[in-house]
T-cell receptor
């Protein structure tokens, strides 16, 4: 089945620095790649997503890049702030379903003031 | 914007018993899903809740253990049957469509289940 690997598992940065989280996926049929942010005790919240017909998407301080040939996609957060501290999950749609998601194991991002 | 709620928000249960979790949306949605998130772990899709028909289960999950109902476009239930401590997890429903974007999933607040 679909496998999504996410690295690193933990990431600590200084406020104002950039953070990059990388994911690879195995199913070449996947064409939808969302990123979720989960604060402690809260539900996962969608922060950005990208589809396979696009190589990059940006929303203020957050950007996602996709390399479909290499089957990897990355989340970039610039000018990090303490409130960016959370667990971030990447995901890919199962078997190109566009909606059934397989999640990576998550990255605990800590932004130090 | 549309609201997703789950009941109960948390519960502590004895092994061998069953618990039914409810997911309610305040608008009609296209699709509903159930996920499990074990402590400190990622999310795993259990099944797609189909309106008016049997749920579609992912590998490793079976109807006898996790029966699901979806009687209409705004409501679904997940039952965790014959529970064991290994079932201790957060169970989340998610939805597509309705008052949300139709092309991505939004999650309910989750039900934290502890099995003793």
């Amino acid at each position: 089945g679909e496998n999504v690997e996410q690295h690193p598992s933990t990431l600590s940065v200084q406020e104002g620095d950039s953070a990059v989280i990388k994911c690879t996926y195995s199913d070449s049929a996947s064409n939808y790649f969302p990123w979720y942010k989960q604060e402690l005790g809260k539900r996962p919240q969608l922060i950005i997503d990208i589809r396979s017909n696009v190589g990059e998407k940006k929303d203020q301080r957050i950007a996602v890049t996709l390399n479909k040939t290499a089957k990897h996609f990355s989340l970039h957060i610039t000018e990090t702030q303490p409130e960016d501290s959370a667990v971030y999950f990447c995901a890919a749609d199962l078997r190109g379903s566009n909606y059934k998601l397989t999640f990576g194991k998550g990255t605990l991002l800590t932004v130090n003031p | 914007s549309a609201v997703i709620s789950q009941k109960p928000s948390r519960d502590i249960c004895q092994r061998g018993t069953s618990l039914t979790i409810q997911c309610q949306v305040d608008s009609q949605v296209t699709m509903m899903f159930w996920y499990r998130q074990q402590p400190g772990q990622s999310l795993t899709l259990i099944a797609t809740a189909n309106q008016g028909s049997e749920a579609t289960y992912e590998s490793g999950f079976v109807i006898d253990k996790f029966p699901i109902s979806r009687p209409n476009l705004t409501f679904s239930t997940l039952t965790v049957s014959n529970m064991s401590p290994e079932d201790s997890s957060i169970y989340l429903c998610s939805v597509l469509g309705g008052g949300f974007r139709t092309d991505t999933q939004y999650f309910g607040p989750g039900t934290r289940l502890t099995v003793l």
